[in-house]
């Protein structure tokens, strides 16, 4: 590969693999050149593919002096290290992302790469309520029988871009979906039982940061009026309810042809 710098062009440039680069918006970064300048070395920086001169170390009269770009997206945002040429970029925005190079040029030239990417602040999910319901389960009338709650939640971003929203039990993926370069809004259904053993939480992540918030399950689903029937025997029966405040227990009884019962309401404070 040839290199042209200064209109001279040297043949044999010695290129170094491309480095990727995450950072995240607002933030600073450092592209570390890991050399030393020496006396004669030149070194210049360049930006994206029509190779955008942004930061030069210029000779003269063995003085060095530092140039750096006057492009609007690169304005006060610059500095460079005289003694490695590094170069570090401030308070850094998504039109930052592309294609750093470094061309070093001394007894040898040598070539560095690396590749920036921007990512935005990522914002919380947010998680609302579909809908409750109840669907009941019943089982031999030995056992008893019962309703389940049941709730359809949803998690949503909006405006977002390079990112994977997913939902999760504990420490299990359940499900996840991802979105590339497009500025989109994201949704991802869950329906659960209300069960407060289960720990449920909406997580979204992009390589350098991920957002979570866990599920409040008590405000968005609403339980079912739990009733269970216990049969004791041919003659006693048990029905309970439970409620958020109280639980009601029915006993009845058969009892010479005729049915017997009796109520009683229990606080549960």
Known sequence: ?????????????????????????????????????QGDDQIRWTFGLQNTRIAEIIKRDQINFIFVSNDGRFRDKLLMDNQTGSLIIRNIRSEHTGLYELTVISGKTSLKSFSVTVYAPLPSPVITSNSSNCSSSSKRSSERSSSVSRCSLLCSVLNV?????????????????????LSIS???????????????????????????????????????????????????????????????????FLKQGKIWGKNLVLPLN
């Open 186 to 252: 994201l949704s991802l259904p869950l329906e659960v039982e209300y069960q407060e053993k289960n720990t449920y939480s909406c997580v979204l992540n992009n390589p350098i940061r991920n957002q979570t918030t866990h599920l409040d399950i008590s405000p968005l689903c609403h339980t079912c009026a739990d009733g269970h029937f216990l049969f004791i025997d041919r003659h006693l029966i048990l029905f309970w309810l439970n409620s958020e405040q109280k639980v009601f227990l029915s006993v009845f």
């Open 1 to 37: 590969k040839s290199c042209c710098f200064q209109s001279i062009c040297v043949f044999d440039v010695k290129t170094d693999e491309v480095k990727s680069v995450s950072v995240l918006e607002g933030d600073s970064v450092s592209l570390n050149t890991d050399v030393k300048v």
């Open 161 to 181: 871009s390079a990112v994977t929203l997913s939902w999760y039990k504990g420490n299990s993926l359940l499900s996840s979906i991802s979105v590339s370069d």
